[in-house]
């Protein structure tokens, strides 16, 4: 009887000690919120949520602000998107190093990527634009040009050509010659077969072709010195309906001149090849365009783009609230 009564003593002076140290903590803990500085205190509140929304858009959901038309109607101007970064590997820090990840860009999903052609001001200036980027959820971007307009650092486009395909144009529309396939498939053919939701956009007719190569000609007669043929600058003249001109065929025109003129220059025969034959996207690369196709620069201009440089896929309109849903 005496061993239990001991017992239970024990267990209650346990039980007290337990509870008088674990009250001292909270008061001394009081105590030192009590005489902490609020401004100290806003300010660790503040470094603390920077930190959970550097975490969160720099490996998890990125918010960015559509700049441009060249994905109408998929995007619009200043339409605010959520890009999903864990699903291709995230960066371990901005412009750093990728994490590895089982998924690859599919064709015709949206992604954004670094511009091939952006010029950097350097690293150190890089990682600042980007914290602050990512800190303002799109709302503030430092990095401008000399007319105060944001630089492209990143392009949203859509993946049309995948590692081992040739696209090839004509007046404007794609043409597909998959890997290990003997027939050409247009692609607006291939989205109503597979059943796509998006829209490829054109602003200038077809009917206008003739006129816009004729511009073309013209503009290798200039170049060569030599007087324009009339019959050009009747086909110029009489279109109504140049306003969005397709700048690649007009030089595919312009180059084409050029090079039978001037065979043997290398340049012009190199260019000329690569507007007959088209773009081939070599292994661990992608070929993203504009669905607004008239006014898009993607890799038509500047090539295939290596998949290391993919950095997410476009997930969720945010807003305005009228446009918000996911990204198709």
């Known amino acids: 009887m005496a061993q239990g009564s001991n017992f239970f003593n024990n267990v209650q002076r346990f039980t007290e000690k337990v509870l008088t140290t674990r009250r001292a903590k909270l008061r001394v803990k009081k105590e030192k919120q009590k005489a ?9 509140a503040f470094v603390w949520a ?30 605010r998107i959520f ?18 990840s089982p998924f690859k860009p599919q064709r015709n999903q949206v992604i954004i990527f670094e511009n091939p052609s952006y010029i950097s001001r350097g690293p150190a200036f890089d990682v600042l634009q980007r914290v602050l980027y990512m800190l303002t ?14 630089k492209a650092h990143f ?16 007046n404007g529309e ?6 290990g396939e003997d027939r050409v498939v247009a692609e607006r053919d291939y989205i109503k077969a597979n059943k796509m ?22 503009a290798a007669y200039s170049d060569l010195g030599l007087p324009v043929p009339s019959y050009l600058q009747d086909l110029v003249k009489n279109a ?18 050029l090079q039978a003129a001037n065979p043997q220059d290398r340049r012009y025969t190199m260019l000329s090849a690569r507007f007959r034959l088209g773009w081939y996207v070599p292994e661990g690369r992608i070929f993203p365009m504009g669905d607004n196709r008239d006014n898009s620069r993607d890799a038509r201009y500047f090539g295939a783009v290596r998949l290391s440089k993919v950095l997410g896929q476009g997930a969720l309109k945010y807003w305005p609230l009228s446009r918000f849903g996911v990204i198709k």
């Open 36 to 44: 902490k500085n609020p401004i100290l205190d806003w300010i660790e």
């Open 50 to 79: 920077a930190g959970m929304v550097l975490i969160i858009n720099q490996y998890l959901f990125q918010a960015y602000q559509i700049p441009s038309g060249s994905m109408i109607d998929t995007l619009l101007i200043g339409d």
């Open 83 to 100: 890009v999903n970064k864990l699903i291709y590997g995230p960066e371990l820090l901005p412009g750093v190093g990728k994490l590895p």
């Open 137 to 150: 959820l799109s709302l503030v971007d430092i990095d401008r040009d000399e007319n105060g307009s944001p």
């Open 155 to 170: 392009l949203i486009k859509r993946a049309v050509g995948m590692s081992g395909d040739t696209l090839t144009m004509k």
């Open 174 to 179: 794609m043409y597909f010659l998959f890997p």
């Open 197 to 218: 939701d998006h829209v490829i956009n054109r602003l200038m007719d077809v009917s206008a072709y003739p006129a816009l190569q004729a511009a073309g000609r013209m």
């Open 240 to 257: 109504s309906n140049l306003n969005y001109p397709d700048y690649l065929e007009h030089e595919r025109s312009r180059i084409l001149v």
